[in-house]
């Protein structure tokens, strides 16, 4: 069957014979995964990238029936755990990991005369790696794309020639759907339905996330009758050929994003389109990859509703409103803005890679956390070569080494694929599995370096704490924990005292984190990386400074002891601190400090509590030592600006009162001011004198002693000699 791409074969071959580099668009169904590589042998052995392992299973199995062969022989494909090659083949389908592990142990590629590098659109994290790492060796480059802005990757291939193919699309009818609040499957089988209705003229194309939704719409719509084939890379190799293959009758294709534009399905006239996909992202606790269900952009959106349009005038439905549509992104972002970076930074390191030029540089910040994560967990050579997230890799070769390898396997395994049904990692280890967790188990122990197994639940632990070294926690009480990062999180039923926090959720609700999986282990595993800090900290109960002495653990006390601080500048700082914050008449009689606070005000002095508790604190730890406080807070020169006490002729010392905005006041019995004959003052202002009688009642109050004597105290002498007849009363004070 011809395709549209083989009208630019030629032209393909005489430029890359010529170019070392090469950009090649090309539309889905173009036929440019299946015909440009075989097209490219002339020069030598071809390894072809591609993003998924269907499509690299699937693309080797239709050039090897092009060529009247079986995959394997001259074309075949290597993906994650799988190997159909021989020692004739010579085109190569390739997944982006296995690439990148060939050239750790082959870093010159050997034998290889092309790299083709298929969808690149998609811009996978492994894809940009994998561009960087062959620019840097001999062979020749082509990059193919279904929708691509090719001009960018022509400039950094030294503006190299770009190719484009340009297809043929005919007329899309594209209608869109009111919002639903139905199941998919039933919004997948009301459109089906309609399209019957319509008169539907050829095969349709239905776009789901993933496996779960594609066998839920198969039952949604097995009532109608036609041939429901299910379409993605768990399957079979017998049943994704029986997908893509003719057929004798209508027949629905139910796919993930896979025949987005990797894989061609013939006869297509129609598309359901549920606007979704899984995409892979990462934990943003534990760092490990995991696919979401996202809506897909609108280069997706399109991209699928091209494919009713190869063959014959199409027709679209979206499961979404035009408004919905208008609202995506025009594109996905490239993976390595959005990424965790780490086991591209292992890749890098085990290949002695310091350096690289990149497409698009990643993320400064990130990349240092990549590089970080990586010397924290002592990452390896060994682990790069394993198809697993370094946090993963590092659980298989530790478990190696402490002989319990079935055992980090079989942890690794139900982490790489969300395993789930306990929040106890050993007791998910020991449940029944998925098949695909089973299959990855069994490709582990068949493809890693195993040393034995004699190492039980505690080796397999101390593994999976020098994975997860980061990501340890302390119970506190009722199911909170402490975390070693710092903060806090919930893990009701805990029932161990320190604990690795392998996954954990963010609450919608805003309320403490909590621990989906976890895994005990013990202190002492925890000495050897921890350190000795002390701090002051202060006893409220005892009401003075303790030195805390804690062995911690980054931000987490696996020990702690307390007792009463010695004498230091901190400590006195703390004890000021805390002294200022309580109430200042503990520390003083509440009445003298207010006196001598307006004795302070009349002299124009100011008092500064703060520096006077820090004076008193001095080489002092508790408020049981704190005394004084008047002496510390006393002005030097403020018995010379305004006295405490005033001494009378007779020889008696009185209190001198002061208070805020009026002049100071003594008082005391007329007798004792018998020979002062003028006003006492402090401070150029004369002081308010209170005579008191001999009981102590007032008799005069006066600013002008000499007035008294001289105008009122005749009288006042006559009324207190009958009043006291008893007391002397001279005329003549």
């Given amino acids: 069957m011809r395709l549209p791409i083989d009208d630019l074969l030629p032209a393909i071959v005489e430029t890359a014979g010529k170019s070392k580099y090469l950009v090649i668009e090309a539309p889905p169904g173009a036929g440019k995964t299946t015909r440009v590589p075989p097209a490219l042998l002339p020069f030598g052995d071809v390894v072809v990238l591609e993003p998924r392992r269907l499509a690299a299973r699937m693309a080797a199995r239709r050039v090897a029936s092009e060529l009247g062969e079986r995959a394997g022989e001259t074309a075949g494909y290597q993906v994650r755990f799988e190997d159909v090659t021989g020692p004739r083949t010579r085109l190569r389908f390739l997944t982006e990991g296995v690439l990148t592990r ?76 009111p919002h639903s609040a139905a199941p998919l499957e039933e919004q997948i089988a009301t459109a089906l339905e309609r399209l019957i209705k319509e008169g539907l003229d050829g095969d349709v194309l239905v776009f789901l996330p993933g496996a779960a939704e594609i066998r839920r719409a198969a039952r949604a719509i097995e009532r109608f009758g036609l041939l429901v084939l299910p379409l993605h890379g768990d399957l079979s190799p017998a049943d994704q050929d029986r997908a893509v293959a003719p057929a004798d009758r209508r027949k629905v294709i139910l796919s993930t994003n896979v025949a987005e534009s990797s894989i061609t399905v013939e006869g297509v006239t129609a598309v359901i389109d549920s606007g979704l996909a899984r995409v892979a992202v990462d934990s943003p606790w534990t760092g490990l ?62 290949m002695g890679v310091a350096s690289i030029e990149w497409l698009e540089a990643p993320p400064e910040a990130a990349w240092r956390a990549a590089n970080a994560l990586l010397d924290r967990i002592g990452a390896t050579k060994e682990m790069a070569a394993l198809p697993l997230a370094p946090r993963l890799a590092k659980i298989v070769t530790e478990s190696a080494r402490l002989g319990a390898f079935d055992k980090g396997c079989a942890a690794a395994a139900v982490l790489s694929t969300g395993e789930r049904g306990s929040a106890d990692l050993l007791s998910l280890i020991d449940a029944e599995w998925q098949p695909q967790t089973k299959r990855v188990y069994d490709q582990l122990r068949r493809s890693a370096p195993g040393r034995g197994d004699r190492g039980g639940d505690a080796e397999l632990l101390r593994a999976v704490l020098a994975a997860f070294p980061d990501r340890v926690a302390r119970h506190r009480r009722d199911g909170e924990l402490l975390l070693s990062s710092g903060g806090s999180a919930k893990f ?39 350190t000795e800090s002390s701090r002051l900290e ?63 005000l009349f002299a124009g002095i100011e008092i500064d509590v703060g520096a006077a508790l820090i004076r008193l604190c001095q080489g002092r730890t508790s408020f049981a030592e704190l005394s004084g406080l008047l002496g510390e807070l006393r002005p030097p020169r403020i018995d010379q600006i305004a006295p405490e006490r005033l001494k009378l002729p007779g020889g008696r010392q009185v209190k001198v009162h002061y208070e805020a905005g009026k002049p100071p006041w003594i008082e005391s019995r007329l007798q004792d001011f018998f020979g002062m004959k003028e006003t006492p003052r402090i401070g150029g202002t004369n002081v308010v004198v209170h005579l008191l009688a001999p009981n102590h009642r007032p008799v005069q109050v006066t600013s002008d002693l000499a007035g008294f004597w001289e105008r009122l105290y005749p009288q006042v002498r006559r009324e207190l000699s009958r009043r006291y007849p008893k007391h002397k009363w001279p005329e003549k004070p």
Wanted: glycine share 4%; aromatic share 4%; net charge neutral.
């Fill in 102 to 177: 060939r050239l750790l142990s082959d870093p010159k590629l050997r034998g290889v005369a092309t790299v083709v590098l298929d969808e690149f659109h998609e811009r996978h994290l492994d894809t940009d790696l994998a561009l960087a790492l062959v620019k840097r060796l001999e062979q020749r480059i082509v990059v193919m794309s279904a929708t691509l802005d090719a001009a960018p990757i022509a400039k950094f291939l030294g503006d190299c020639p770009i190719l484009r193919s340009e297809g043929k699309l005919f007329p899309l009818r594209i209608d869109y759907t």
């Fill in 289 to 350: 990859p995991s696919l979401n269900v996202q809506r897909v952009s609108q280069a997706s959106a399109t991209q699928r509703a091209g494919r009713a349009g190869r063959t014959a005038p199409g027709r679209v439905i979206r499961l979404y409103t035009a408004e919905d549509f208008h609202r995506r992104p025009a594109a996905e972002a490239p993976e390595i803005r959005r990424r965790e970076l780490s086991h591209i930074a292992l890749e890098l390191r085990a």
């Fill in 492 to 530: 009701p039923g805990c029932r161990w005292d320190f604990l690795i926090a392998i996954d954990i959720e963010e609450r919608r609700e805003h309320g403490l984190p909590m621990v989906r999986l976890a895994a005990p282990i013990e202190p002492e595993w925890l000495l050897d990386r921890a």
């Fill in 538 to 600: 202060w006893n409220r109960a005892a009401e003075r400074v303790d030195r805390v002495t804690s062995l911690m653990y980054d931000q987490l006390a696996i020990e702690e002891t307390r007792a009463p601080a010695a004498a230091s500048e901190e400590a006195s700082a703390l004890l000021a601190a805390k002294a200022a914050e309580a109430d200042i008449g503990r520390f003083a009689d509440r009445d003298e400090l207010e006196q001598l606070r307006a004795r302070a």
